[in-house]
Structures are given as structure tokens and as C-alpha cells.
T-cell receptor, first 116, second 114 residues
Framework: EAQVTQNPRYLITVTGKKLTVTCSQN?????MSWYRQDPGLGLRQIYY???????DKGDVPEGYKVSRKEKRNFPLILESPSPNQTSLYFC???????????????FGPGTRLTVL | GDSVTQMEGPVTLSEEACLTI???????????LFWYVQYPGEGLQLLLK?????DKGSNKGFEATYRKETTSFHLEKGSVQVSDSAVYFC?????????????FGRGTSLIVHP
């Protein structure tokens, strides 16, 4: 089954304790992205990656890191989490640019993070 | 840059009522337009899309027409069901400098009562 998976689905942690949220897709997509969803603010893009070893900042990259060493994986790293990073996080993937301008993104089920 | 504006929610309707969720956009060139739906506790999934002016996307009784003259992509359904209760996101995919640039609206919550 074609899918985007995220782990963990729920995480409660404390300020300053480094954490990683994993994201994996099995559709051979070049493009991957991370979003956070907050009430009243909708979806905001954190980082995205056009291909392996290529990453770029989205609208709200502060406090986050990503890496893209393999096509299928795109982990989100919080080196020193703070309470304002409490949010619902989504990973997404999409087919490569140029194949079809109209191709949609496929989203993971979300990770609910609470930073105390 | 590109932007998407959609109506504030929540929208509260009774079952079998008509639904319209407004969406307008600003973009350079000719973007593709999408509606995504997020059911409670789940990620976003594509509901429908349109790739060029005057195209109509449809799925599960929902429709939206790509109106370039008014830069709009309003979501409509003639008779909503309780199971349609969800958050709906309007989105576009533009092309800027050859990169894939997705832009989302803030989402509109729909609550349908029996």
C-alpha cells in the first residue's frame, strides 16, 4: 500500500531534550516536506526537500533541522525543543517536479508533540 | 508570493443542507488548485483538484470549478452528511523558479448535525 508513515504518533517531552520524528514514504517520491498545524494558523511549512541531499527552509524553520540522506526518509529533528513547538506535525511527499504540475501531496497521519 | 484565502469557520449545517466554502487565490502563472480534507484524527487527503481554467474537479459529491477570471475555487456540495464533518483546506501548486511550491489556506472546519 502506498503510504507515508510517521513515528511516533504521540510524544510528550520536556524542554531541551533532543528528539527526532521519523517520516518514510514508499512511493519513490522526490519531494518531501514537513508542516506544523496549529489552531487558527492552518498548515505552515517547516522544511522541504526536492531530492536526496537537497533541503530548503519553509515558512517556519526556526528550531528545527532536517536531513535527506535517502529518498524514502525525511526525519525532523528538534535539537532543543521548547513549549512553543507543541503542535501537530505532518510529513508529506509528492512526485518529482516536471513530471506533472498537478500532482498532489500525500500526507502522513500526523505526530502530536507536547513540550512541557 | 502565492497565497490562498478561504472563509473562516466553523461552518455548521444540518444534514442535507447545501454547502459552499469560498476559496480565492493569488499566484503568478497558472497554478493547479486542490481541495484537501482532514477527518478527525487523520492526516490530509486529496478531495479533488483542477489543473487549468474552467476545469471542474469532483469527488464524493463535492465539486469545485477553477475560475481564473475571479481567481476562485469554491467548494460546493448539494447535500451534506454527518460523515462530511471535517476540516477542508484549499491549496495551490505554483511554479516559482522551477521549484514545487505548495501553498495552503488556513482550513475551514465543517460540522454537520443530524
Amino acid at each position: 500500500e502506498a503510504q507515508v508513515t510517521q513515528n511516533p504518533r504521540y510524544l510528550i517531552t520536556v524542554t531541551g531534550k533532543k528528539l527526532t520524528v521519523t517520516c518514510s514514504q514508499n512511493m519513490n517520491h522526490e519531494y518531501m516536506s514537513w508542516y506544523r498545524q496549529d489552531p487558527g494558523l492552518g498548515l505552515r511549512q517547516i522544511y522541504y526537500s526536492m531530492n536526496v541531499e537537497v533541503t530548503d527552509k519553509g515558512d517556519v524553520p526556526e528550531g528545527y533541522k532536517v536531513s535527506r540522506k535517502e529518498k524514502r526518509n525525511f526525519p525532523l529533528i528538534l535539537e532543543s525543543p521548547s513549549p512553543n513547538q507543541t503542535s501537530l506535525y505532518f510529513c508529506a511527499s509528492a512526485p518529482p517536479v516536471g513530471r506533472s504540475h498537478s500532482d498532489e501531496q500525500f500526507f502522513g497521519p500526523g505526530t502530536r508533540l507536547t513540550v512541557l | 508570493g502565492d497565497s490562498v484565502t478561504q472563509m473562516e469557520g466553523p461552518v455548521t449545517l444540518s444534514e442535507e443542507a447545501c454547502l459552499t466554502i469560498n476559496c480565492t487565490y493569488t499566484a503568478t502563472g497558472y497554478p493547479s488548485l486542490f481541495w484537501y480534507v482532514q477527518y478527525p484524527g487523520e492526516g490530509l487527503q486529496l478531495l479533488l483538484k483542477a489543473t487549468k481554467a474552467d476545469d471542474k474537479g469532483s469527488n464524493k459529491g463535492f465539486e469545485a470549478t477553477y475560475r481564473k477570471e475571479t481567481t476562485s475555487f469554491h467548494l460546493e456540495k448539494g447535500s451534506v452528511q454527518v460523515s462530511d464533518s471535517a476540516v477542508y483546506f484549499c491549496a495551490l501548486r505554483g511554479v516559482s523558479g522551477g521549484s514545487y511550491i505548495p501553498t495552503f489556506g488556513r482550513g475551514t472546519s465543517l460540522i454537520v448535525h443530524p
